[in-house]
């Protein structure tokens, strides 16, 4: 008996897919709604949708091929790993941009309640990708890190966290999962144990600013 609801699905059999793998078509602008759709159900505390997608395709592909192999040779790299770093950004038929929009003085929401709010933004999108037939994969690397890079895809107050690359898969997952069963993340909690106040045979209360012993 199959226990696993259909709505299931796409969560438990996602997987990710690098460019080389992936080839025309790409998501159309309705398909690319979806995912963004799917994007904003994910938690967000005081909703403050700390981030955005940046499309990339057509002739912008070829503007982020020339930013990605001037940041590989920025970061030593000759022209043959510039041009696989150029080749990253034409191969997928559509990437994103995936930027973060941090608000580090917000009153109630923490940076890193945000950051997870970006987080399960990001697996929503890549989730409804796959439901929707398409693979994906984040990838970043150092170049995220290139000013001019960053400069290029983000506004003021934007942090770069990768690009997603997007298309229909030409291979399946295979081998075995690289990760555990949920009962190596999913455990039961137990409250701490309070100290005996009957107890004698450990040292007594310490004054404040008396080292311990």
């Known amino acids: 008996m199959n226990l696993v609801p259909p709505s299931l699905e796409a969560l438990l059999t996602r997987y990710s897919v690098g460019p080389k793998y992936l080839t025309e078509p790409g998501p159309s602008d309705a398909q690319l709604a979806l995912m963004a759709e799917a994007a904003l159900r994910a938690p967000d505390h005081a909703e403050l949708v700390p981030y955005r997608f940046k499309v990339v395709r057509g002739a912008a592909k070829e503007g982020m091929a020339a930013l990605f192999a001037d940041a590989a040779r920025a970061a030593g790299k000759g022209e043959e790993g510039a041009a696989m770093d150029a080749e990253r950004a034409l191969k997928p038929p559509l990437t994103v941009a995936v930027v973060a929009r941090i608000d580090l003085g917000h009153p109630q929401v923490p940076a890193h309640e945000q950051w997870a709010a970006v987080g399960g933004a990001l697996a929503n999108f890549l989730t409804a990708a796959h439901a929707l037939g398409f693979g994906g994969k984040m990838l970043s ?23 997603i690359a997007l298309g229909t898969p030409t291979r399946m997952a295979a081998g ?20 005996d106040p009957e107890r004698t045979d450990g040292p007594g209360p310490r004054s404040p600013g008396t080292p311990p012993a």
């Open 176 to 195: 075995p999962a690289r990760k555990g069963e949920a009962g190596a993340v999913l455990v039961d909690w137990h409250p701490p144990c309070k100290a």
């Open 141 to 163: 690397g150092a170049k995220v890190r290139n000013a001019a890079v960053a400069a290029a895809f983000c506004e003021p107050g934007e942090t770069l966290l990768g690009w």
